[in-house]
């Protein structure tokens, strides 16, 4: 067994046998294992010395991917304790196998006023956390005060005007109406993708690419996408108060429309999902 797919066997048992909050985000770290390797990938990572600050990093995912592979040191933090507590139980989990290479601390921080030294990470790396950010531009800064000159910083994020779905199911695009508008409450914003190199030019970095990746699929059999459907309804119902409360709809057009999107998974055809990769460097 590689230390893969041990990884996704000790996500698979903590979500199947704990009570989690934000569930459906774990679910959701557990699907994305191919893309979020696939980024980490694509990362300029040096074994030994090297240093790494995974900002935002939920459940723990990136961090242990990353520390699988290298004999580096990552420095895993995010706003939510909960989170910090459920990506430390798998770590101690999986950390003393044979071919784990690396070291994590994981830490409670704001992105927005980090407690670590000026020029103390090679790299900083950040998979869709920008979108619930209240400010952006002083996250960048902060990132930028914590790197070594020359060091990057790579950071992943939604833009929703370049995600598609074929056919169009109404009550979907209502649903989804509702969350873009939740988050923007909250102070996030699902159309970053497209400003987050402006925001990293603004805070001081050097742009160095722009790139948006693209996973395309035809579904031949719905019948694959039960995950995804599960995700969706734990997703859902996790923010169903806080939408009825904003008056973004009101209980009876919430059910409504989330019976009818339920369904409408079923019937997809065709998914696009489009995500901005913008890396930039620390003069």
């Known amino acids: 067994m ?20 934000d569930d459906w985000l774990l679910l959701q770290t557990i699907l994305t294992g191919i893309s979020r390797r696939k980024f980490a990938e694509g990362l300029s990572i040096q074994d030994d010395k090297f240093k790494v600050l995974d900002v935002g990093t939920g459940f723990g995912a990136l961090s242990i991917d990353i520390a699988s592979q290298y004999r ?21 989990e999986i950390k003393s196998e044979e071919d784990f290479l690396g070291q994590i601390n994981f ?36 990132i930028k005060r914590v790197l070594k000159q020359g060091g990057t ?4 994020d939604v833009d929703d005007s370049f995600t598609v779905e074929y056919p169009v199911d109404e009550s979907q695009e209502i649903l989804k109406k509702a969350l873009m508008e939740l988050q923007v409450i909250n102070g996030g914003d699902r159309h970053i993708g497209r400003k987050l190199a402006g925001y990293l030019n603004e805070a001081g970095l050097e742009i160095q690419s722009v790139n948006i990746d693209t996973y395309a699929e035809f579904v031949r059999d719905p019948s694959l996408l039960l995950l995804q459907k599960l995700s969706f309804v734990k997703r859902f119902m996790a923010i169903e108060e806080e939408i009825i409360e904003h008056s973004l709809l009101t209980e009876k057009e ?19 999902d489009s995500r901005f990769i913008v890396r930039a460097l620390k003069p």
Do not use: M
Request: one cysteine or more.
């Open 254 to 272: 919430f059910n409504y429309h989330f019976a009818n999107a339920y369904d409408h998974i079923q019937r997809v055809k065709f998914l696009n």
């Open 72 to 92: 580096l040191i990552v420095e895993a933090i995010d706003i939510d304790e909960s989170k910090i507590q459920v990506a430390q139980k798998i770590y101690n």
């Open 2 to 21: 590689s230390i893969y797919e041990k990884i996704d066997k000790t996500y698979k048992k903590i979500w199947l046998g704990e009570q989690i909050k």
């Open 153 to 156: 910083v790579c950071i992943i």
């Open 107 to 142: 830490k409670q921080q704001n992105v927005e006023h980090l407690d670590y030294p000026d020029n103390s990470f090679d790299l900083a790396v950040s998979r869709f956390v920008f979108q619930h950010l209240t400010n952006p531009v002083q996250a960048a800064k902060e």
